[in-house]
């Protein structure tokens, strides 16, 4: 979905604005192209792109920071379980990143 609004954008800037046309150009429904045009109006721009890959150095400097984090109380919760939300919202990481981290991987 994201790669086909990618699409639409890009063929927008080159003066192809027809949802019928869009729709053939991309092989898909009109009502598909209808929807995403919708949907694309909310849209910010960091939304059409993609996500770089972390390289390894970038990866183990969240790993670090985490055990850094899991030394600390604050990101403990009353009970002394470890607040994984905090966690993932403070450095923009997934749960997945986290559990790894625990579970010493």
Request: aromatic share 4%; proline share 2%.
């Amino acid at each position: 979905m994201k790669t086909r609004r990618i699409a639409i954008k890009e063929l927008i800037s080159q003066g192809i604005e027809d949802p019928k046309e869009l729709a053939a150009k991309l092989k898909v429904t009109v009502a598909t192209i209808k929807r995403d045009l919708e949907a694309m109006k909310s849209m910010s721009e960091e939304d059409f792109t993609f996500q770089k890959r972390q390289t390894p150095q970038e990866i183990l400097d969240k790993k670090d920071e985490i055990l850094r984090m899991l030394d600390d109380e604050d990101y403990y919760t009353e009970n002394g379980d470890i607040n994984i939300s905090k966690i993932t919202q403070e450095l923009k990481t997934s749960r997945a990143t986290v559990m790894s981290v625990l579970n010493g991987e």
